[in-house]
């Protein structure tokens, strides 16, 4: 439960993060944080503690997101990174 709340919170901060203006991530650094948050989603969902449709919306938000600040092919790189390390992981179409 405490390992639910930790990357719960992380979740939200991470969202902050990458739509605040203030904070001035560069393009590695944003690549990171995205890797980071949609394997946390991704591991949650592996570990069945987020379901299918919860975890599609975090990933969701995040591409949405990822979209708005890096190239395409940097997208793709993230999805691939992630589904490597979890194939069943749900992303949106």
């Given amino acids: 439960m ?37 394997g946390a989603v991704c591991e949650m969902h592996h570990e069945n503690n987020l379901s299918d449709s919860i975890a599609k919306i975090y990933t969701k938000q995040y591409l949405y997101h990822a979209n708005s600040s890096l190239s395409k092919s940097e997208v793709e790189d993230i999805k691939f990174a992630v589904l490597n390390n979890y194939p069943s992981c749900p992303f949106p179409k």
């Fill in 2 to 38: 405490n390992k639910f709340l930790f990357l719960l919170s992380s979740f939200s901060l991470a969202t902050i993060t990458s739509t605040s203006q203030s904070f001035a991530l560069t393009q590695s650094e944003m690549q990171l944080m995205l890797v980071g948050s949609i």
